[in-house]
């Protein structure tokens, strides 16, 4: 479980929508663990899958129409961790091991979703608000020949 209010905010408002909205599957999916609901687990999964891979596309989108020099380094986080997540839930089709859920959801994805935000998220954010001050500076740093 994580409370809502540990969700770092950026600067950009559909992203806290979007990470609000992780916040919310992710529960979710740690309540249906603990009720040892096994359907539900797995619909969450796939709703966890779809969501996340929504949600990496935007930013990823966002940081190519913006020029985001590290664009390479936060896709590489966002494809690393639906990695995890498509092998978390290939493994629990197979298994039915709710135990494995549980770690994964508490010992990996949460901490992970948290982490991300509050770097990767936050610095990216930060660019792509003020990105056309940062052509401003750039221009006036390196002035054209
Ligand atoms: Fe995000
Ligand atoms: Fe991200």
Not at 18 to 35: G, R, Y
Not at 43 to 57: A, R
């Amino acid at each position: 479980m994580i409370s809502p209010d540990k969700l770092p905010m950026v600067e950009t408002a559909s992203m806290n929508d979007t990470h609000f909205d992780t916040i919310l599957l992710i529960n979710k999916l740690s309540t249906a663990v603990d009720a040892k609901d096994i359907n539900s687990i797995s619909e969450l999964f796939i709703e966890l899958i779809e969501h996340t891979e929504q949600h990496c596309k935007n930013e990823e989108e966002m940081m190519i129409e913006k020029k985001f020099p590290p664009y390479p380094a936060h896709k590489e986080e966002h494809d690393l961790a639906l990695d995890d997540m498509r092998n978390a839930a290939l493994k629990f089709t197979e298994t039915k091991d709710i135990d494995a859920v549980k770690k994964y959801v508490d010992l990996n994805l949460a901490p992970w979703f948290l982490q991300h935000t509050e770097t990767m998220d936050a610095v990216t954010s930060m660019f792509l608000e003020n990105s056309e001050l940062h052509r401003v500076y750039w221009d006036r740093l390196v002035p054209r020949k």
